[in-house]
């Protein structure tokens, strides 16, 4: 597995993330969805990756930069077939390195309460987020969970 800076160009990538847009917006009300689609993580100040297992898209995520020190976790996503093999954990670990090389001091998310998104929520907690109040221009919503971790 090899984990890789995206310009977001490629049909693949495209084609993963509206899976990933329309899945969320299958499981979330639409004034709870907060996945960016393809022109929102092409934004200033976003960093993402695509995670490859030979020519094959297996996982994607990035990071959108807040402020000087804090940074949002976004578009975390395993190929279905793939949950649960490890993806996600290195993905995570790259992440996690990735801010800290960039000079952040802080890592927040956002991700659904509901139970679909218990695994995720688990996966987060493994690596040190915790529950936090609504960050940036999020505002308190029972549909998503706020979490954020030091680094």
């Known amino acids: 597995m090899k984990i890789v800076a995206d310009d977001l160009s490629g049909p693949e990538i495209a084609r993963f993330l ?3 847009v329309e899945q969320m917006r299958s499981l979330t009300p639409l004034e709870s969805k907060h ?3 393809l022109d929102g993580l092409r934004a200033p100040g976003i960093t993402f ?5 030979g020519d094959s898209l297996v996982g994607c995520g990035a990071i959108k930069r807040l402020d000087a020190g804090h940074a949002e976790l976004k578009s975390m996503r395993t ?3 793939r949950q649960r093999s ?7 670990e790259h992440i996690i390195g990735e ?8 890592l927040s998310l956002e991700t659904g309460s509901a139970e679909f ?3 995720a929520r688990k996966l987060y ?4 987020f915790r529950a936090c109040e609504p960050f940036a221009d999020y505002r308190p919503d029972p549909n998503s969970t706020f979490m954020s971790r030091a680094l």
């Open 35 to 37: 996945a960016l689609d």
């Open 86 to 92: 490890g993806v996600a954990s290195q993905l995570m």
């Open 125 to 128: 907690e493994k690596f040190g």
């Open 79 to 81: 190929r279905p077939k």
């Open 117 to 119: 998104f218990l695994p």
């Open 99 to 106: 801010a800290i090389r960039m000079g952040f001091t802080r």
């Open 18 to 20: 509206a899976e990933h």
């Open 49 to 53: 990756w695509s995670v490859l297992e």
